[in-house]
């Protein structure tokens, strides 16, 4: 976006030397794009937004209405102004038209007593703009220069923000598309930056996404020395951030966003440099990665020769996380120039996940290496025997899944494999988290943390056909069947609680935080309604099965099991 002649400058050059503003002088500021000649009633059809209309005014002097009618039409094309040589016909503009254009602080300008023709003044004026646009172009040009010149001698970004800060002696901030920062000045302006940043994310949090160059000003009194703000959006494939400026209202310069815009575009450069470097030195880990749990890598000399550079070595021990958000599909037969194509519509969202799983695993204080295996997250951790503590470590990881799912709305499940003590052993632990990540959706958990186990009884009962399951979970609690929902719900849970605390009533009681005799109270219908005894070893075995298998019917059409 170019920075285009204003009116008030228009009107300050020698062409219109001898011109009077007689309405609508609020409106000055409208840039001045093009300069255009009204021979016609029917002009409005050839006008354009920005361009500033040279009349005599000639087919309106008969019919007055005709004035007021076309500069309403011209405002809502946003045109610049009217330039009216009224005495040339004896045009007399109404009074109300007069008003109206002071309401709609649009300009009308008399330049009866310019002695150039309106000809002369549209051929003085172009000439005019168009030597403005030529400046505008060599400055930008200039500054562009500049700012990549910058960054060919490795001053980076941060360079740029320096440079932007002394080149319009005001604060300069970057934030990204999150609003969180990634450079600000540093000179002169460090002690009220992080009031500025303040103000302006609060002007942003909650906004439509600003697309294109904004201003708007801050009402903070405290902020009134830098109350006027310049926002430049900075892109590359996609929408990275903002670049934004602080002024003196009095200090401003049509020329301040102008050297912004080309700040901006520099700096979409260099992140798109950056963030293809990015994706190369990725896109590399995850072969190397995919080919060691492919079986493509045959000894152990060459996954650690080819590992070296993600921690890879003799005697290291590890383990394998992999890790996946909930409510996606499976997509492991999928070949990967068929992944690949729809990875690319999802690149912006894909990159926001793994950028936030990677933080929250940085706050874990282990060594990891990240990678991606077709829709899944991989996870290589390094590890210490000696002070690996599992239950520790699982726990850690549900706190993790739990804040993820609190500050981002995420649903993150996780699966881990067993402790490897060679290279090639990563491919057995990383199908084993794999599983575990499986097996837990198979019981329709989400948000899970699941650590690989051996078949248990969890496995033998996916071995049984869902009708044998159901049917086995119906006759267990077929005394509960005309129960309301809600009642059999608390009685089935009360249950489950019984049982878990290996049939201790006090620690029921505390599990479910209702009294010692409202558990008693629940047990003793459970058993009226089963006609069992729920100490009763056989019957006991039957209704933890029973349990055991609920979570596995959760998808189930049968009325009861809901």
């Known amino acids: 976006m170019g920075v285009n002649l204003l009116l008030s400058e228009l009107l300050e050059n020698g062409i219109f030397e001898h011109a009077r503003v007689i309405a609508g002088e609020q409106g000055l500021q409208r840039q001045v794009q093009t300069v255009n000649i009204m021979d016609a009633p029917d002009i409005i059809r050839f006008l354009r937004p920005g361009e500033l209309l040279l009349t005599n005014g000639y087919f309106m002097k008969e019919q007055p209405n005709m004035f007021m009618e076309l500069m309403r039409d011209m405002q809502r094309m946003a045109c610049t102004g009217m330039a009216v040589k009224t005495e040339r016909f004896k045009l007399a503009i109404p009074e ?48 562009h220069k500049q700012f990549s010149e910058m960054i060919m001698k490795g001053k980076g970004i941060t360079g740029i923000v320096d440079a932007l800060t002394k080149l319009l002696s005001s604060p300069i901030l970057l934030l990204n598309g999150k609003l969180q920062m990634i450079a600000e000045s540093k000179q002169r302006h460090s002690s009220m930056m992080t009031a500025l940043a303040a103000a302006a994310e609060s002007v942003l949090d909650g906004a439509a996404t600003p697309l294109q160059p904004t201003s708007f000003c801050l009402v903070d009194p405290s902020l009134r020395n830098r109350c006027h703000v310049l926002l430049y959006p900075v892109h590359t494939y996609r929408h990275e951030g903002y670049l934004i400026s602080f002024h003196p209202i009095e200090k401003m310069s049509r020329l301040f966003g102008l050297t912004l815009e080309q700040a901006a575009n520099v700096i979409g450069m260099e992140l798109t440099k950056a963030q293809a470097v990015k994706e190369r030195s990725r896109r590399y880990k995850n072969e190397f990665f995919s080919d060691l749990i492919d079986g493509y890598i045959a000894s152990e000399a060459e996954a650690i020769h080819r590992g070296k550079k993600y921690g890879l070595q003799t005697g290291g021990t590890w383990v394998l996380l992999a890790a996946r958000q909930d409510g996606t599909t499976w997509r492991s037969g999928i070949s990967e120039s068929q992944l690949d194509r729809q990875e690319e519509r999802n690149v912006a969202e894909r990159e926001e996940l793994y950028e936030r799983i990677k ?39 549900s706190d993790l899944t739990a804040r993820m799912y609190a500050d981002y709305g995420l649903s993150l499940s996780i699966g881990i494999g067993k402790p490897v003590t060679n290279a090639l052993g990563i491919r057995l632990s990383y199908e084993e988290a794999v599983k575990a990540l499986q097996f837990g959706y198979r019981l329709n958990r989400s948000k899970f943390v699941q650590s690989y186990q051996s078949k248990d009884i969890g496995y033998l009962f996916h071995m049984l056909p869902q009708e044998e399951l159901k049917q086995f979970y119906e006759e267990a609690f077929q005394g509960l069947r005309q129960m309301e929902e809600a009642e059999r719900k608390e009685l089935i849970r009360t249950l489950s609680a019984f049982y878990d605390t290996q049939c201790q009533l006090m620690d029921t009681s505390k599990l479910l935080f209702v009294h010692r005799n409202t558990v008693i109270y629940r047990l003793d219908k459970c058993e009226k309604l089963l006609g069992i005894k729920l100490k009763d070893p056989n019957e006991s075995l039957r209704l933890r099965i029973a349990l055991a298998i609920e979570p596995l019917l959760a998808g189930s059409s049968s009325t009861f099991v809901k």
């Open 359 to 397: 933080r929250q695993f940085m706050l874990l204080g282990h060594s990891f290496v990240m990678f991606t295996k077709n829709d899944s997250f991989g996870l290589l951790l390094h590890i210490s025997t000696s002070g690996w503590d599992k239950v520790l470590f699982i726990q850690q990881l």
């Open 96 to 143: 109300e038209a007069l008003q109206e254009a002071d309401r709609l602080r649009f300009p009308i300008i008399e330049i009866s007593r310019l002695e150039l023709s309106l000809g002369e003044i549209l051929q003085r004026s172009t000439s005019l703009i168009m030597n403005n646009k030529n400046d505008e172009l060599q400055y930008a040009l200039q500054i």
